[in-house]
């Protein structure tokens, strides 16, 4: 059967954006690999009736995850309002109450706190609705399951606890049986590089993709675009040729079939291969886009970030007569430190990126966005000289992704 849920993040710090919401999207993902169809995620501020509201709004889908509002303080009313909401009240569970102090004790022990106002803010955590299934806390604060229809699950905010009880509560009545039902769900993630949003609207619009069974999104991120699609196993065939339409259609820009990032692609690629970067406008972004993934020590051997002149000549062996002639901002100063981080390092592959990142430093020949980079090797080089949009940061993100792709050409050419 189809089992919907709908997700309520609660939290004046996250609706006001002083905090980014890392738990709706965690568990629509978790919720997917389930087979359970996400609804709409909410985020309502700590205030009781836009709690209800919301609840109100979830009332005709199986499924309801509530996450926040379960601490210690006057604010934190996740608990008592969704109680009320699911037709039941609030009672002391003692034995809780212990659980909750021995742990909060403990940490009273190491940072210091008076004891009354900490026993009672394990008293307040302690309180759970009559008939609900209690979660054990993850960090003070207990979930609980309660109600049938929806179940409603409600857990804390913090995301390390949140998913470390999640892990609980899908082993736990009445949520186990509720996502053994929900059947399965397929994702694939089709990656491409370049490929604009218009050419793959007008891709959409040619193979009549509004009448497909499943939904097809499409996102650029990073400045590659992606297509995204969720179906059940009855629709494999439909979603089969509808990816074959797309690989015939934009197969050449094609680079990820599986999910895979660039920055995972690379990481196979470059297996027994070592990589070394001389950075400017990105000021060690390449560096760390290459060291972010676990065991890239492997095969990233180092970087230096070199924005001065001075220091281009240091410690990447560019010439300052190179500079003179054409700007530090040039394809022979970005080709020059390629060399230099595979020289310094002694690197299989170096990349060089030099550029404009902005909002000033332009000029009507090399306009704020204008990057040169380059990827060099024994067996090849790799040369682009690009204009990226947008702000500082959107520049110098985008220049590592179009280095990764320069990286994977390179060594798809290798020999």
Same mark, same amino acid.
Request: glycine share 12%; with cysteine.
């Given at each position: 059967m189809s089992v919907r849920a709908g997700i309520i993040v609660t939290g004046t710090e996250v609706l006001s954006g002083l905090i980014r919401d890392a738990n709706g999207p965690w568990l629509s993902e978790a919720l997917r690999g389930f087979g359970v169809e996400l609804s709409q995620i909410v985020v309502v501020g700590d205030r009781p009736d836009d709690l209800r509201r919301a609840l109100d709004f979830f009332a005709d889908v199986d499924l309801v995850l509530t996450s926040g509002g379960l601490g210690p303080t006057a604010d934190d009313l996740?608990?008592?309002v969704v109680a009320g909401w699911a037709g039941t009240t609030m009672?002391?569970?003692?034995?809780? +109450? +212990?659980?909750i102090w021995a742990i909060v004790n403990s940490l009273r022990k190491r940072i210091g706190g008076e004891e009354a106002p900490m026993r009672a803010g394990a008293r307040k955590q302690a309180h759970v609705p009559v008939g609900a299934v209690v979660l054990e806390p993850k960090g003070t604060a207990p979930g609980f399951l309660v109600g049938t229809s929806p179940v409603v699950a409600v857990l804390p905010g913090p995301p390390r606890e949140l998913q470390r009880m999640w892990a609980d509560a899908v082993n736990v009545e009445p949520l186990a049986s509720l996502l053994r039902s929900a059947g399965s769900l397929e994702q694939r993630i089709l990656r491409f590089f370049p490929l604009s949003e218009p050419q793959i609207a007008a891709t959409l619009r040619e193979i009549d993709a509004d009448s497909l069974p499943f939904e097809v999104t499409t996102c650029l991120r990073r400045g590659e675009l992606e297509v995204a699609t969720v179906y059940r196993p009855a629709e494999a065939s439909a979603y089969a040729t509808f990816?074959? +339409?797309?690989?015939?259609?934009?197969g050449d820009v094609l680079f990820s079939d599986d999910g895979a990032t660039i920055d995972e692609v690379i990481a196979r690629a470059l297996s027994g291969l070592t990589v070394a970067t001389a950075e400017s406008c990105t000021g060690g972004l390449m560096a760390g886009r290459l060291t972010d993934l676990a065991g890239s020590s492997a095969y990233v051997l180092g970087g230096v970030v070199v924005y001065s002149n001075e220091a281009k000549t240091a410690f990447a062996d560019v010439d300052p007569e190179l500079i003179a002639a054409h700007g530090a901002v040039s394809p022979e100063v970005a080709r020059a430190l390629a060399a230099g981080a595979r020289s310094r390092f002694g690197a299989d592959l170096g990349i060089g990126i030099t550029g404009i990142a902005g909002p000033g430093g332009g000029t009507e020949e090399k306009p704020?966005?204008?990057v040169c980079l380059c990827v060099s090797s024994s067996w090849g080089v790799e040369e682009r000289v690009v204009r990226l949009p947008g702000s500082r940061a959107d520049v110098r993100d985008r220049t590592t992704t179009v280095a990764l792709h320069m990286l994977r050409a390179?060594?798809?050419s290798r020999a």
């Amino acid at each position: 059967m189809s089992v919907r849920a709908g997700i309520i993040v609660t939290g004046t710090e996250v609706l006001s954006g002083l905090i980014r919401d890392a738990n709706g999207p965690w568990l629509s993902e978790a919720l997917r690999g389930f087979g359970v169809e996400l609804s709409q995620i909410v985020v309502v501020g700590d205030r009781p009736d836009d709690l209800r509201r919301a609840l109100d709004f979830f009332a005709d889908v199986d499924l309801v995850l509530t996450s926040g509002g379960l601490g210690p303080t006057a604010d934190d009313l996740t608990a008592e309002v969704v109680a009320g909401w699911a037709g039941t009240t609030m009672v002391l569970d003692p034995g809780l +109450e +212990e659980r909750i102090w021995a742990i909060v004790n403990s940490l009273r022990k190491r940072i210091g706190g008076e004891e009354a106002p900490m026993r009672a803010g394990a008293r307040k955590q302690a309180h759970v609705p009559v008939g609900a299934v209690v979660l054990e806390p993850k960090g003070t604060a207990p979930g609980f399951l309660v109600g049938t229809s929806p179940v409603v699950a409600v857990l804390p905010g913090p995301p390390r606890e949140l998913q470390r009880m999640w892990a609980d509560a899908v082993n736990v009545e009445p949520l186990a049986s509720l996502l053994r039902s929900a059947g399965s769900l397929e994702q694939r993630i089709l990656r491409f590089f370049p490929l604009s949003e218009p050419q793959i609207a007008a891709t959409l619009r040619e193979i009549d993709a509004d009448s497909l069974p499943f939904e097809v999104t499409t996102c650029l991120r990073r400045g590659e675009l992606e297509v995204a699609t969720v179906y059940r196993p009855a629709e494999a065939s439909a979603y089969a040729t509808f990816e074959a +339409e797309i690989r015939e259609r934009h197969g050449d820009v094609l680079f990820s079939d599986d999910g895979a990032t660039i920055d995972e692609v690379i990481a196979r690629a470059l297996s027994g291969l070592t990589v070394a970067t001389a950075e400017s406008c990105t000021g060690g972004l390449m560096a760390g886009r290459l060291t972010d993934l676990a065991g890239s020590s492997a095969y990233v051997l180092g970087g230096v970030v070199v924005y001065s002149n001075e220091a281009k000549t240091a410690f990447a062996d560019v010439d300052p007569e190179l500079i003179a002639a054409h700007g530090a901002v040039s394809p022979e100063v970005a080709r020059a430190l390629a060399a230099g981080a595979r020289s310094r390092f002694g690197a299989d592959l170096g990349i060089g990126i030099t550029g404009i990142a902005g909002p000033g430093g332009g000029t009507e020949e090399k306009p704020v966005g204008t990057v040169c980079l380059c990827v060099s090797s024994s067996w090849g080089v790799e040369e682009r000289v690009v204009r990226l949009p947008g702000s500082r940061a959107d520049v110098r993100d985008r220049t590592t992704t179009v280095a990764l792709h320069m990286l994977r050409a390179l060594l798809g050419s290798r020999a």
